[in-house]
């Protein structure tokens, strides 16, 4: 099965770039109410929790590649912390899910297949 390569969802690039800006509010207002998004700390919940993320994190992504996926997109992503020189430059493949024009979910993983594998549609 070959990979068809997709271009970003609008509400994708606006959120990677509120994310790179460090901009917690805009980054929130790109998804859904009760957006999903998974991390060190597990499953996290709701605008809120996506604004301190951006906040706390300090991460910097840069887009590579987008798959389509039912229900959303998936984005291989080079992830930088320019905050902490402990932290490697690493390869981050992210599960975007959509819903209604915003973004409903983003659960990173380290691998496109296990990316892909996740169930993003809402």
């Known amino acids: 099965m070959a990979l068809v390569t ?4 609008s509400v994708i690039v606006v959120w990677h770039v509120a ?19 998974t ?6 919940r709701g605008r809120d929790e996506m604004s301190d ?6 991460i910097k992504l840069m ?8 229900g959303g997109i998936v984005v291989a ?11 490697q430059p690493t390869r981050l493949y992210t599960a ?3 819903r209604d024009g915003s973004i409903s979910g983003v659960y990173p993983y380290g691998s496109l297949e ?9």
């Open 19 to 37: 994310v790179n800006a460090g901009d917690a509010e805009a980054a929130a207002a790109a998804c859904t109410e009760d957006v999903e998004m």
């Open 114 to 122: 296990e990316a892909r594998a996740h169930p993003v549609a809402a």
């Open 39 to 44: 991390g060190s700390e597990g499953l996290l």
């Open 53 to 58: 993320w951006v906040r706390s994190s300090g």
């Open 6 to 9: 997709s271009t970003l969802d």
């Open 96 to 98: 975007f899910g959509l």
């Open 63 to 70: 887009p590579k590649e987008a798959y389509d996926v039912p």
């Open 77 to 87: 992503q080079e992830a930088t912390w320019p905050a902490r020189s402990d932290m």
